[in-house]
C-alpha cells in the first residue's frame, strides 16, 4: 500500500521561532510531485509548497521549505518566522496507486500546528 | 482567476435520502478529483474525472457516483445516505489527470459539509 505518515499528531512553536514538520512517504512512482498542504479552522485546504522529485535542491517558498531526502523518502516541511496565521492542521501528500484505483494523491493524518503569542 | 468553488457549502440530509453535490474547478483546469474528510478516517480519495471520464476510483461503495460536464464542472452524488457519510466533501482540480504519471498539483475548494441525521 502506498502510505504517508506524519509522526508528529500536534506541534506548537513561538511566534516568530522555526518549527519542522516531519513526514515519510512510500511510493512506487519514478517521477512524481510531493506537497504540503495547510488547512486552517475555515476548513480551505491551501497548497503550501510543492516539491520535484526529481530535483535535488529544495524546494522554498518565502518563510516555507523543505527538507527533501529522496532516498529515505522523507520530505519534511520548515516554517521560519512563524506567524500566528500559520496555525493550522498540515498534511503531507505524495502520489500512490494501486491497482482498483490506479493513481491518486494520499495524505497524511495530519500535523496540528499552534502557534503560541 | 477565480478558485475551484462547491455548492451547497452546507448540507443536513436524514438517513436514506440522496445529495448532489456541485464542483466548478479553475477554469483550464479538466480535472477534478472528490475526497471525503472524515475526523476518523482523514482525507479519502473517491474518484478523479477528466474530460467528462472517470479515471480513478478510490474505495467506496456504489452509493458514491459522480459525473463531469463538457466544461469541466463536476457532480458527485450520494445515494441511501447513512450516517457513516456524515463528512466534508472536498473537491480539487488540476490541468492534468492523475493517471497521466506525475501526479499534477491540486487545487481545493473550501468543502461542502454534509450532516446526515
Known amino acids: 500500500a502506498q502510505t504517508v505518515t506524519q509522526s508528529q499528531p500536534e506541534m506548537s512553536v513561538q511566534e516568530a521561532e522555526t518549527v519542522t514538520l516531519s513526514c515519510t512517504y512510500d511510493t512506487s512512482e519514478s517521477d512524481y510531485y510531493l506537497f504540503w498542504y495547510k488547512q486552517p479552522p475555515s476548513r480551505q485546504m491551501i497548497l503550501v509548497i510543492r516539491?520535484?522529485?526529481?530535483?535535488?535542491q529544495n524546494a522554498t517558498e518565502n518563510r516555507f521549505s523543505v527538507n527533501f531526502q529522496k532516498a529515505a523518502k522523507s520530505f519534511s516541511l520548515k516554517i521560519s518566522d512563524s506567524q500566528l496565521g500559520d496555525a493550522a492542521m498540515y498534511f503531507c501528500a505524495s502520489p500512490g496507486r494501486t491497482e482498483t484505483s490506479g493513481s491518486r494523491l494520499t495524505f497524511g493524518e495530519g500535523t496540528q500546528l499552534t502557534v503560541n503569542p | 482567476k477565480a478558485g475551484v468553488t462547491q455548492t451547497p457549502r452546507y448540507l443536513i440530509k436524514t438517513r436514506g435520502q440522496q445529495v448532489t453535490l456541485s464542483c466548478s474547478p479553475i477554469s483550464g483546469h479538466r480535472s477534478v478529483s472528490w475526497y471525503q474528510q472524515t475526523p476518523g478516517q482523514g482525507l479519502q480519495f473517491l474518484f478523479e474525472?477528466?474530460?467528462?471520464?472517470?479515471?480513478n476510483k478510490g474505495n467506496f461503495p456504489g452509493r458514491f457516483s459522480g459525473r463531469q460536464f463538457s466544461n469541466s464542472r463536476s457532480e458527485m452524488n450520494v445515494s441511501t445516505l447513512e450516517l457513516g457519510d456524515s463528512a466534508l466533501y472536498l473537491c480539487?482540480?488540476?490541468?492534468?489527470?492523475?493517471?497521466?504519471?506525475?501526479?499534477?498539483?491540486?487545487?481545493f475548494g473550501p468543502g461542502t459539509r454534509l450532516t446526515v441525521l
Open positions: 480539487a482540480s488540476s490541468l492534468k489527470s492523475l493517471a497521466g504519471g506525475r501526479t499534477d498539483t491540486q487545487y
Open positions: 474525472y477528466f474530460s467528462e471520464t472517470q479515471r
Open positions: 516539491q520535484e522529485a526529481y530535483k535535488q
